[in-house]
């Protein structure tokens, strides 16, 4: 059975960093794209940030060169580390793989 587990998130000040993980179990992280959405209340799940099988990245606009998406395979977690964090970043998000989602962390940017 395949689970992912988010961890990291809470709540900081803008400028701020967090690094998520989602560690995942019934699956390899690294032969799998894995992918970071966020959600914010009423809106769909915005994707931004991928890894696929051979560390190819891809970011979302709103994100690019603030966020960074990374993989440990042997302990098959997937991080993003959010640096620069603005009030907009404030979302539930989420990690994804292999058509499975994790339960989601609370970010949350506010002075």
């Known amino acids: 059975q395949v689970k992912l587990v988010e961890s990291g998130g809470g709540l900081v000040q803008p400028g701020g960093s967090l690094r998520l993980s989602c560690v995942a179990s019934?699956?390899?992280?690294?032969?799998?794209?894995m992918e970071w959405y966020r959600q914010t209340p009423g809106n769909q799940r915005e994707l931004i940030a991928r890894i696929d099988s051979i560390m190819r990245t891809y970011y979302a606009d709103s994100v690019k060169g603030r966020f960074t998406i990374s993989r440990d395979n042997p302990t098959n977690t997937v991080y993003l580390q959010m640096n620069n964090l603005k009030p907009e970043d404030s979302a539930v998000y989420y990690c994804?793989?292999?058509?499975?989602w994790g339960q989601g962390t609370q970010v949350t940017v506010s002075s």
């Open positions: 019934g699956m390899s992280v690294g032969y799998h794209g």
């Open positions: 994804s793989g292999y058509s499975y």
